[in-house]
T-cell receptor, first 113, second 110 residues
Framework: ETGVTQTPRHLVMGMTNKKSLKCEQHLGHNAMYWYKQSAKKPLELMFV???????ENNSVPSRFSPECPNSSHLFLHLHTLQPEDSALYLCASSLGQGKETQYFGPGTRLLVL | SQQGEEDPQALSIQEGENATMNCSYKTSINNLQWYRQNSGRGLVHLILIRSNEREKHSGRLRVTLDTSKKSSSLLITASRAADTASYFCATLYSGYALNFGKGTSLLVTP
């Protein structure tokens, strides 16, 4: 248990659906991250939030929309996804932006049909 | 862009043996980290080694860093079945985000 939780753990959605992934950290950290992990590929950084402000949007398609209402919560809103978006989506947090060690949640396994 | 590159991609050993995996990177770093990921789960931080350190130990883990060769190695001694996982090295880039390699998949059989 790393202190970072993610819900749901598994999600199946159609290409026309709208869904949201939720991440919550109980560590008092100020930076939060979304990563995408596809089969046979390295982890890809998607978004970085520091003190609730987005500091990185790593050329992610607009069908992924992040939201950070406070330093403990991070959402990833999904709409009109494609089958190639099927992957494990990992949330992480760190003490501050660039503060070395990141703590990861268990991930949401997403399948887009 | 991808920074770390682990080698080998897959490693299979028996319990009690040592497992060694390597990581190469491309640019200057402040530190290098190793993470472990059990199948389909989140990553767990194992150890961090700073650029001015050459070797670091944590339990059965030993990490070395050679900045002249831009490489690091992770040694797991006396492997157990529970060590079966994927292992990633990561370096910090852009000041705040970690850059991961594709990982080494370790299988430890009883």
């Amino acid at each position: 248990e790393t202190g970072v939780t993610q819900t749901p753990r598994h999600l199946v959605m159609g290409m026309t659906n709208k869904k949201s992934l939720k991440c919550e950290q109980h560590l008092g950290h100020n930076a939060m991250y979304w990563y995408k992990q596809s089969a046979k590929k390295p982890l890809e950084l998607m978004f970085v939030y520091s003190l609730e402000e987005r500091v990185e949007n790593n050329s992610v398609p607009s069908r992924f929309s992040p939201e950070c209402p406070n330093s403990s919560h991070l959402f990833l809103h999904l709409h009109t996804l494609q089958p190639e978006d099927s992957a494990l989506y990992l949330c992480a947090s760190s003490l501050g932006q660039g503060k070395e060690t990141q703590y990861f949640g268990p991930g949401t396994r997403l399948l887009v049909l | 862009s991808q920074q770390g590159e682990e080698d080998p991609q897959a490693l299979s050993i028996q319990e009690g043996e040592n497992a060694t995996m390597n990581c190469s990177y491309k640019t200057s770093i402040n530190n290098l980290q190793w993470y472990r990921q059990n199948s389909g789960r989140g990553l767990v931080h194992l150890i961090l080694i700073r650029s001015n350190e050459r070797e670091k130990h944590s339990g059965r883990l030993r990490v070395t860093l050679d900045t002249s060769k831009k490489s690091s190695s992770l040694l797991i001694t006396a492997s157990r079945a529970a060590d079966t996982a994927s292992y990633f090295c990561a370096t910090l880039y852009s000041g705040y985000a970690l850059n991961f390699g594709k990982g080494t998949s370790l299988l430890v059989t009883p």
